[in-house]
């Protein structure tokens, strides 16, 4: 069984135990999550990400097997690292592609964790719109989540698929997230809503199954008079994973623009939207007030796309992951702080 099998598997196995744990034992009555829990679900998560970075930078050798300058050299090759091996000497080279490769996961996880916020806006209007109990949040979101680490798997090995075969699809990538960045500036301002009886996901549940029109507490099934029945929540479900879906069409180039290695992309991005729980009940109540969060998120696409399309000219200069974390960061703290000492005025009713 090769390295990155055991350190996927491993990694896999970790993540089903601490999600059956959060749903088994922490949350296993339906309740409305508290600030104070969000918080420490938060500080649990981030505190797992930056514990995966440390092994990353003290042993990042382990995932793909490296015990040899050779081994070491593939590894940069096939991957495309931006980092330059010192010949003759393996144990500095080691260091070299170890912190590197640390950076790479962190900064995946920063993008993916910035850009999951403005998935949290649309959580909330769903939510609201289908008039989804508070103590049912959590309970809908964890499902959702076990379903978005599955698509996230596909969407990722084969996007490193079709990277590796044909580099071209950078520049794509690098176009679709320049265009969405401007879309999503263009629009910042604009009332988004969710019309529950004409959604195309709504439509295709009342065709695909037969819908109960009531809720029935946590259950996503019912049976009635003899016939297994969804329920609205199941709906409500459905809903949140074919957002996530289209918010992983962004999310995902975002991260290859950072590294190509896969693993690093998946870890880094199932990290992410494992933490989104715990940050949509931190934010769900005050996510209003980061007005300009939205036009931090757009500039971030636009750099990213940027950076891909440009990534050739980068290399020659010398950019390298850390310049991207450092500008991701400023990009993000700029629209936040300026969030806070520009609050939004709000509009005066007749």
Known sequence: ?????????????????????DLGVFNKKDHEV?????????????????????????????????????????????NKHHIKLIPGDFEASLAVYRHNLSLEFITGYVVEYALSVDNIFVIVLIFTAFGVEKKLYHRVLFWGILGAVIMRFIFIFLGATLIAKFGWILYIFGAFLVYTGVMMFKNRNQDEKIDTQNHAVVRWAQHAFAVWPHYEGNHFFVKKNG????????????VIEFTDLIFAVDSIPA????????????????????????????????IHKF????????VLLIFIGAKMLAHDFMDKIGFDTSHSLIIILLILAISVIASLIF????????
């Open 343 to 350: 609050p939004k005025k709000e509009k005066l009713s007749n």
């Open 34 to 78: 508290s600030l104070k829990e969000a918080l420490i679900m938060s500080i649990i998560w981030i505190s797992l990400a930056l514990g995966f970075y440390a092994v990353i930078y003290f042993k990042g050798e382990l995932l793909h097997g490296i015990t040899d300058m050779a081994r070491l050299e593939e590894i940069v090759r096939l």
């Open 227 to 238: 016939k297994n029945l969804v329920t609205p929540l199941f709906i409500v479900l459905l």
């Open 291 to 298: 007005h300009y969060l939205k036009i931090g998120l757009s």
């Open 1 to 21: 069984m090769s390295n990155e099998l055991i350190y996927f598997g491993s990694f896999l196995l970790f993540i089903i135990g601490m999600l059956s744990l």
């Open 255 to 286: 991260i290859f623009a950072v590294t190509k290695d896969a693993y690093i992309v998946f870890f880094s991005n199932i990290f992410a939207i494992l933490g989104l729980r715990s940050m949509f009940f931190l934010l769900v109540n005050i």
